[in-house]
């Protein structure tokens, strides 16, 4: 059995319930139920449509995400997220490199490495190294004036702590910056390369080894083996190619508001819904959200 879910973005819930009946019925489906009024339904289907990704097309030009995945086992017993564009709606290197004068430069390198076009600690490794010299008090200020949380994060991880799962923040970014979003957010744990300081100044180098890709795939295993959780039980969410293990590796791999080429390459895409969505993916319903 598999269960299709429909979203559309909570900032303008508009999904029309024609629409959800149109595909039920195209599907030969089960009965729809209604997550959230206007913002997510979903319903039941026995076998997964041969033309799921052409109908996938025709509902993006109308705002909605739609997911078809098997019901069985999707309500997941922990969460492996990225930080950068994922639990937060920035790139933290990119906001020192404002402040460092240099922000063009590194936001493109930035977005080629996310892309999956660069080397990923090689281009860690370039991005930190014209940060040299920058006051090691830019990060707090960073923090404090231009770092946002990504909507729906908070009832996304207390909703699923409330239900016994855990939460793991691994990022490619910056340990300064997980520490402060893990503990806003409620993470379990989180890790993340180190900035290297000396007399109060960035260095220009970050501590080896770089955690990157393979990193994270390593943390999936690490966490999951420790508490005694089957890979199939984790809900990986990312953004960046440096993501793409981590997400093939889960039981369910989000690509949410993900570059184009790290969404082709995986079967869950959210490019409207925030959040939020992995709980609907997960079979919550809006009225079981915990507040966090």
């Known amino acids: ?72 086992g999707r309500r997941k017993a922990m969460l492996l997220a990225d930080m950068d564009s994922t639990m937060i709606q920035q790139e933290c290197i990119d906001e020192l490199a404002e402040v460092a004068g240099v922000g063009a430069h590194v936001r493109h390198i930035t977005a080629r490495a996310m892309n999956g076009e660069l ?22 200020r960073v923090l404090a004036e231009r770092i946002t949380l990504m909507p729906g994060g908070r009832e996304l991880i207390s909703t699923m702590r409330a239900h016994g799962g ?13 520490q402060a979003v893990a503990k806003k957010l409620g993470f379990d744990e989180n890790r ?21 890709r393979q990193a994270k795939v390593d943390a999936l295993a690490d966490i999951s ?12 969410v990312g953004d960046g190619a440096n993501d793409l293990g981590m997400l093939h590796r889960a039981g369910s791999g989000v690509a949410l508001h993900a570059k184009p080429s790290v969404a082709a390459e995986c079967d869950i895409r959210i490019n409207f819904g925030d959040l939020t969505a992995l709980l609907y993916l997960q079979g919550y319903a809006r009225d079981e959200f915990a507040s966090g």
């Open 166 to 178: 855990y939460a793991a923040l691994v990022s490619g970014g910056f340990t300064a910056f997980t």
């Open 225 to 236: 083996e420790r508490l005694g959780l089957a890979e199939a039980e984790v809900m990986a």
């Open 1 to 72: 059995m598999y269960v299709v879910t429909l979203l559309t973005a909570p900032s303008r819930p508009d999904l029309d319930p024609a629409l959800v009946e149109s595909l039920r019925n195209a599907w030969g489906g089960g009965d729809a139920q209604w997550l959230s009024p206007d913002e997510a339904a979903e319903f039941p289907l026995a076998e997964r449509p041969a033309n799921r990704w052409q109908v996938w097309e025709d509902v993006q030009r109308l705002g909605v995400d739609l997911v078809v995945q098997p019901a069985a």
């Open 192 to 212: 993340a390369n180190t900035l290297l300081i000396e007399d109060g100044r960035l260095t220009g180098k970050v501590a080896e080894p770089i955690l990157g």
């Open 119 to 140: 080397d990923f600690e090689g281009a860690l490794r370039e991005r930190v190294c014209l940060l040299k010299g920058l006051d090691a008090g830019v990060i707090d």
